[in-house]
Every structure is written in C-alpha cells, then in structure tokens.
C-alpha cells in the first residue's frame, strides 16, 4: 500500500488546472509532498510497497507500484499510452513518419520502458535511483531501485542489466545526452556485463522541433506547465537531489531522500503524457 502522502500529492494532479500543487515549504525539513513532517525517518515505512532484493552484486531496494495506486487519472493514461502505439502501428509501411513515430511503430508496449534516472553529480559521480515505467497486464507499473549506499550502486546497475533483454524501446527526457550515457559508464566502471540491443527515443529532441517556437524553453518543468496544465509547488530543485543523497547516506534517515522518490515519479508521469502529447493523442 502506498504512503498517504504520496497518494495524496499525486492524487491532486490534474490535466487542465492551472493551479499549483501546494505543499508546505518549510527550510529546516525535506520539501516536496505534502507536509515534510509526516515522513517517517524509515525507508521501508515511506514507501511499503518497496523490499530489499537480493543480486549477485549485493542488496538493492526495489519499488514496483502499479499507477492505479498513486494517480487518479490513471485509467486515462494507460488508454491513451496503449492508443499511441495502435496509431503507429496503423501506419502503413512505406509511409514517411517522424523520427519517433518510426521507433513506436516497430516496438510493442510491453517491451518498452520510459525511464528517469537521480545521480549523485555529473559523470563519474555515483548513480542511486533508476526509476522506470512499463505497460504490464493492462496497467503502467512503475519501478525504482534505489541504492541505499555507494556500495550499492553495482546492485541497483546490476538489476537493470538484466532488465536490458526484456527491451526494445527505451524512452527518455535528454537520455541520449545523461541518463544512457552516466549508466553506460557506470556499469564499465564496476565491470558489468550487459549487451544493449534496444531502440532509444528521447523525448527531448521532437519536443524542441514541435513546441520550441511557442514556448520560452523545452525543459520538462515548462513542457509539464504548458502541455499537462500544472506546476510544481515545493518540489525539490534538482541541484539539491546530490547533497540529499550524500545525506541519507550519512544520516540513514528517509525524510531526507523521500521527495527524491516523488520528483523521480512525477517526472516519469510528465513522460507519459508527453508521449502522448507527441503522438498526437488525447486522454480520453
């Protein structure tokens, strides 16, 4: 079951209000879901739904929750995120389609994963959270692993390599340029094996050919502000995600990496429905 909290803040967005989503913002504690001081300082007790797995790599905490559970439109999006491979699949062979379009065109939702990653710095510096998204008996299942000490990184790297064979499509936000390349090396540098074979869409590029001339930048704040109607109130600016989790390394407590998980869900939310929005469809 899922936290009240993150039920609750993700239960309030809505597609066309252009409203913020509040949430307290109070300096001396973690910012980003509801009230900072209903987070427990308990990993396990934040997020209930999550376990510790073991690898032949060592130990990684690992969250599958389904989207029904943490956002109340999810119906919606899982139709229309099914609807947007139906349309490219629909078009026939030969037919000259956008670059994106193509890749769906030949993938299959089910091996098709939208992913989003938190690292603790620029290259060279530690990965700790792979979340993902993937269609799986009529529903989104979204998944984390999260490493909950350095030590843990070729854990969490480890599970996703052996996720890679079960991919055809990866989809990302600026992937191609940080996510893809930062695990690529990171798994070199703990000398894991894995073959990518996988088609790689990053969102980034048709959305700076399709809205780039009607908004001030591509950022996916701004496309989640203009495309899904919403914005972030309270959310945790991403140059504060590093030294959160150089502090919940320290300090082993929850409420400092607990909006981390959050700002990694909603920005895999915001993929969904700019993927939607690429492929030119509507949430019924």
């Not at 930048?217 to 959160?244: A, V």
């Amino acid at each position: 079951m899922l936290s009240e909290v993150l039920r609750s803040r993700l239960s309030s967005l809505r597609r066309g209000h252009g409203h913020p989503v509040h949430a307290p913002a109070d300096p001396a504690e973690p910012r980003g879901i509801g009230s900072p001081a209903r987070f427990s300082s308990s990993l396990s007790e934040c997020f209930p739904e999550g376990a510790m797995c073991q690898t032949p790599h060592g130990e990684v905490f690992a969250c599958d929750v389904s989207l029904r559970e943490i956002h109340s439109e999810a119906d919606s999006l899982v139709r229309a995120h099914l609807a947007t491979f139906e349309r490219a699949a629909e078009q026939a062979e030969g037919t000259a389609l956008p670059h994106h379009l193509e890749l769906l065109r030949c993938a299959s939702p089910e091996r098709t994963a939208l992913i989003d990653t938190e690292t603790a710095g620029f290259h060279g510096r530690p990965l700790f959270l792979i979340g993902l998204v993937r269609y799986h008996r009529g529903d989104l299942i979204l998944t984390q692993y999260f490493a909950r000490d350095y030590a843990q990184e070729a854990a969490l790297l480890g599970q996703f390599a052996d996720l890679l064979p079960q991919i055809d499509l990866l989809i990302s936000f600026n992937g191609k340029a940080f996510d893809w390349p930062f695990i690529r090396d990171r798994m070199v540098y703990h000398r894991l094996r894995f073959q990518p074979s996988f088609a790689h869409l990053d969102l980034l590029h048709p959305s700076r050919r399709r809205w780039r001339a009607e908004l001030p930048n591509c950022q996916l704040k701004t496309l989640e502000r203009h495309l899904c109607g919403r914005w972030r109130s309270g959310d945790i600016p991403s140059h504060e995600i590093p030294q959160r989790y150089h502090s919940y390394v320290r300090e082993q407590d929850a409420r400092f990496i607990a909006p981390v998980f959050h700002h990694n869900r909603l920005d895999l939310i915001t993929m969904i429905e700019l993927l939607i929005a690429l492929t030119g469809g509507v949430r019924a």
